[in-house]
């Protein structure tokens, strides 16, 4: 936006002039004189004009920027502060590709078509490297989401007047059927659990019969629980990223902070494992690191996110089950609510998802399922059979 200085009897108009290759932000001025004889209003209409022409010179200007070189200064401006350290280091993975294919064009020259086709190539087979097939929808998804923070980001401080990225389409996500533990596999888990170390124990527990994230369970501290009223406070997540490491950030949304209730016999375990733990400091004496964790390393320090992946593994190869992942067992503790008739938006916030709408999108199947058994409900209570209808003569 341009600034309008009075200089006596000129003004002075200001407006940015787009960046240098550095990437630092640069201004242009001009001075306009109105012609002898205006009156107000004449001289405000016309110093009106200017400004609209002047800005709009500026903006041509600041859109010739090649998206590298923008995107870079994004990265410096934008994402470092704004951005938690796992989405940063996500979209840093995605540069290379996409300066490839776009880098070395300006802003004013990247249109829809340009972004749409980019977004299409990561489809074709090939683009992922691992697999030679294409690249996910989820994948496309995140290099589209890159893209459109720096248009949008340009398009706020004035480079350029839209975001193009906004009007490209992504192929709809098909529907695939959650990986869930059977009742009856789950029974299984749980008989041979007392021959696992105690805190795999406690972190499947924690996992069956609350349902919280596995970056909210390795976040636990002692004072998030509450054996008197049954309640456990989640308000904390431990992550990894490249150049952090194990590191503890707030959880994944502002819905995500809330307070569950477990059964009492969990507090026993949780009591047992302090104990242990507690056993442990003792004997590290100085060398123990005092975190307050649940689950720990050895010497103290918050567990690594991969050592409860590696656990379920050895645990299910031990005893002949399917290892579904962890996250198997937040879609049972769901799965197990709906079809227990629990409303959406409980399960929505037991949950800890922001919107129930996520919820439902999530979990359709299984909400279709017990709406199905709940008109079954009706049906049997009040069993109905029509009158035979009497034939015509």
């Not at 401080?157 to 709809?172: F, H, S, T």
């Not at 789950?186 to 659990?193: A, D, F, N, S, Y």
């Not at 290892?323 to 769901?334: D, Y």
């Amino acid at each position: 936006m341009a600034t309008v200085q009075k200089r006596g009897k000129s003004y002075r108009i200001r407006v940015s002039d787009g960046y240098t290759a550095a990437g630092k932000q640069v201004t242009r001025s001009m001075t306009w004189t109105p012609a002898p004889g205006m009156t107000e209003r004449q001289v405000q209409k016309e110093l009106q004009r200017q400004v609209v022409q002047f800005e709009a010179s500026a903006a041509a200007v600041s859109a010739s920027i090649k998206f590298e070189v923008f995107a870079k200064q994004w990265f410096e401006e934008y994402a470092a502060t704004n951005l938690r350290p796992r989405s940063l280091e996500r979209y840093q993975d995605y540069e290379q590709r996409t300066y490839k294919a776009i880098g070395h064009l300006s802003l004013d020259k990247i249109g829809v078509r340009t972004i749409q086709k980019f977004i299409n190539s990561l489809s074709q087979p090939g683009s992922n490297q691992r697999s030679g097939a294409g690249l996910s929808v989820k994948t496309q998804r995140g290099y589209l989401s890159f893209i459109s923070s720096i248009f949008s980001y340009a398009a706020q401080i004035g480079v350029i007047r839209d975001n193009p990225a906004q009007y490209v389409k992504l192929p709809k996500r098909t529907a695939s059927e959650k990986k869930i533990y059977t009742v009856e596999q789950v029974q299984t888990i749980l008989e041979h659990l007392p021959e696992a170390p105690l805190w795999f124990q406690v972190f499947l527990l924690l996992a069956i019969y609350g349902g919280p994230r596995k970056e909210e369970i390795l976040g636990f501290e002692w004072s998030d629980f509450d054996a008197e009223s049954g309640l456990v406070s989640i308000c904390r997540a431990s992550l990894y990223s490249k150049q952090l490491g194990t590191y503890t950030d707030t959880t994944k949304t502002a819905g995500s902070t809330r307070i569950i209730k477990y059964p009492a016999f969990i507090f026993d375990y949780v009591r047992r494992l302090k104990v242990e733990q507690n056993a442990q400091r003792l004997r590290l004496g100085d060398r123990w690191h005092d975190t307050e964790r649940l689950f720990t390393t050895w010497d103290g320090r918050p567990m690594s996110t991969n050592t409860p992946y590696r656990a379920l593994q050895r645990f299910c190869e031990q005893h002949d089950l399917p290892n579904l992942g962890l996250h198997s067992f937040r879609h049972l503790n769901a799965s197990l609510l709906i079809a227990g008739g629990v409303d959406v938006r409980t399960v929505s916030a037991a949950l800890g998802h922001t919107q129930t709408s996520t919820t439902l999108n999530i979990y359709a199947h299984a909400f279709a399922e017990a709406q199905a058994k709940a008109s079954q409900v009706v049906a049997d209570a009040l069993p109905f059979s029509p009158p035979q209808q009497k034939a015509k003569a």
